[in-house]
């Protein structure tokens, strides 16, 4: 696995890095692996978070390369609970908040499955998706969304813009912090734009990412960990203007960010400084925030591995529910190698395959019921009320679910 240290700043370029987070090394968080593989070891590689002292931007400190990341990954949008709602709440909000013309292309950057692009169809949209991942733009296409099975860069905007005009709207959503060349990224998205264009982006937002205790989400395939007082500064340098910051509950802890060209007709909405006046506020541009984070993060971690130690010690048989990228760093993180024979997900494409690096088993998650643990620890915990609803009949029996954050209980 390609990687490097990366030593500047991906907004401002300063070399002036702290390291604010230090988590336990691990694999690419989503690189489950088939049976045939599991000779081959998974290199682990740091997994720390730096703060640039200048503009206070957070990123992660070692780069995996990006297309062994996306040509080799297992994830469709369908697989993540509520997800569909919300991207049908977005597009209907876009339409009515910034009111594109009727029948002017959208084109989404890393559409995936192109759910969001239906919802935006629906709304009398033309529409196109980009994404790289195998199979998965032939899939979109043939469920009509026409979609580009390639990468999106500088170079591909030339010939999109002579074959498709300007998009009246330019979304990327869950990518744009997974991108390492940023700079080259926001060209190539600003040169595709008029000054009617708007360009819509969700992403992990660092502020609600600590508020709710969601350090889970913190693995290699994000690069970026954004709040919004640097990023207004770094659209300014590009050409570009923030005009809209919307939180959102997905992922954990998530914000649309609208943009358009620098000067462009549409008004900056107050929540911009609003957003900024709370991160100030909260001190999320000093070191204070994070020493309390990693406080309350190493709390947790010896709570749980207490629990787990004296249920161990009492011959109890522990499993998993749920293989995901975020599971990955919890079970890193939590000490949880040797401590869980197996583990279950609702997702199909993860059956029968292994986990990064410490290579526990996946099976679906009737498993449970053939082979009986005495307690599930729900590494999916952000749906633990939906999993155990779900699984009424496992409590029925006696079993009990492991809820490890964002605060430990049992249930």
Known sequence: MKSYNRKDCRLCGSNNLRLVLELTPTPPA??????????KKQE??????????DCGHTQIGHVIDAEEV???????????????????????????KFKPKIGGMVLDIGSNDGILLKYFKENGMKVLGIDPMPGIAEKASKNGIPTLPYFFNEDSTKKLKKEYGSPSVICSNNLVADTDDLSGFIRGVRSLMDNESIFFFETFYLFLQIQNHVWDFTYHEHYSYFTVKPLVKYFKKMGMELIDVAPNPTKGGSMRCTLQLDGGQREVSNSVNEHIEQEE????HSNKIFSEYAASIEKGKQEYINLVDQLKKDGKKLVGYGAS???TTLMYHYNMAGTLDYLVDDFEAKHNLYSPGLHVPVFPSDEIYKN????????????????VKRHQRFTDQGGR????????KII
Request: with cysteine; aromatic share 16%.
């Open 44 to 53: 682990t590689i740091p997994l720390d978070l730096y703060q640039c002292s």
């Open 401 to 408: 679910f492991i809820i490890p954050l964002p605060s430990l």
């Open 372 to 387: 009986s643990p005495d307690y599930i620890v729900v590494l999916a915990w952000r749906y633990y009320e939906k999993i």
């Open 30 to 39: 989503d690189s489950f692996i088939t049976k045939e593989h599991l000779n």
């Open 281 to 284: 506020e909260q001190g999320f």
């Open 325 to 327: 990228a975020t599971s």
């Open 70 to 96: 996306y040509l080799n990954y297992i994830y469709e949008t369908a697989s993540t609970l509520g997800l569909g709602e919300h991207f049908k709440d977005c597009a209907t909000t876009i339409m009515e």
